[in-house]
């Protein structure tokens, strides 16, 4: 029984999974083909002129722009507050470790309507208005905790030696952080930076709480959607899904050949210090 679990049940649950995720995906992507005004199956004859007009729309591509300027900015931010706060959790053991990984982590477990209207009272009172840099707040206010929790993972596997045999020869500070430690975090960075990109570019509710008159391409669809859904739409969303997809598998690439390239720099040291 155990047996067959494993060589039929287990297989055909797999794929079910993935046909649950994609298969969705893959209508939306044929409804940008669709010569018609509306979306509907079957499709009887083919065209990409919703694809052209969506990347000759200037307000799409206005969007598109928000939502990138956010999502750098946001990034930025994220990755300056959540690298000292990395080093900072590492240096601390116990009970101490255990609360501030808490207080870190609590911006990721609070119900997001919930921080972003908390977020858009907050930026009130300070008298940051409503638009871009606003967004890219709330937005890093978010990721902070997952690029914290990415870098200090990195760090949790580096060996003290690293740093111990720089020091013996006669490195400071500045040398051991830009030379040691900041490469061998190389991976992990990279990896946060692509997160929290991809994590802005799709936030909707933080954008539409703390957004202004230019909306970020989320909420601009879901404006767009309020009218009624056609297949220029789906041609858009098909685009920003490649491009989302290329980025995330570059990232995975990326981050692949860096931690072969560290293991063979360490496997050479040793067989060097061995001879």
């Avoid at 060996?159 to 020869?169: F, I």
Wanted: overall charge positive; glycine content about 6%.
């Amino acid at each position: 029984m155990i047996k067959l679990i494993g060589r039929i049940y287990l297989p055909v649950y797999f794929w079910l999974f993935v046909a649950w995720l994609f298969v969705p995906l893959v209508v939306m992507a044929l409804m940008g083909f669709r010569d018609s005004n509306f979306v509907a199956f079957p499709i009887r004859s083919w065209t990409t002129d919703w694809y052209k007009s969506v990347l000759a729309d200037k307000e799409m591509t206005a969007s598109l722009w928000v939502s990138l300027q956010v999502a750098l900015i946001s990034t930025a931010v994220s990755l300056a507050v959540g690298l000292p706060m990395a080093f900072m959790v590492a240096r601390v053991y116990g009970l101490a470790r255990a609360v501030f990984v808490g207080i870190i982590l609590m911006p990721a477990f609070i119900p997001i309507v919930v921080s972003s209207i908390s977020l858009r009272m907050f930026i009130g009172n300070i008298g940051l208005s409503t638009g871009i840099m606003a967004i890219a707040f709330g937005h890093a206010v978010s990721s902070v905790p997952f690029v914290v929790v990415m870098l200090l993972t990195r760090l949790n596997s580096m060996s003290n030696n690293l740093t111990d045999a720089a020091r013996d020869l006669g490195a400071d500070d500045f040398i051991v952080f830009f030379r040691i430690i900041l490469p061998y975090l190389a991976p992990a960075l990279f990896g946060a930076f692509m997160f929290c990109m991809l994590l802005s570019f799709e936030d909707f509710t933080r954008s539409f709480f703390l957004g202004s008159f230019d909306p970020t391409f989320p909420v601009l669809l879901f404006a767009k959607l309020r009218f009624g859904f056609d297949p220029g739409l789906a041609a858009i969303s098909t685009l920003v899904l490649f491009v989302t997809v290329a980025l995330g598998l570059y990232a995975e690439r990326f981050a692949r050949r860096r931690k072969l390239e560290n293991q063979g720099r360490v496997t050479a040291t040793g067989g060097n210090n061995n001879g």
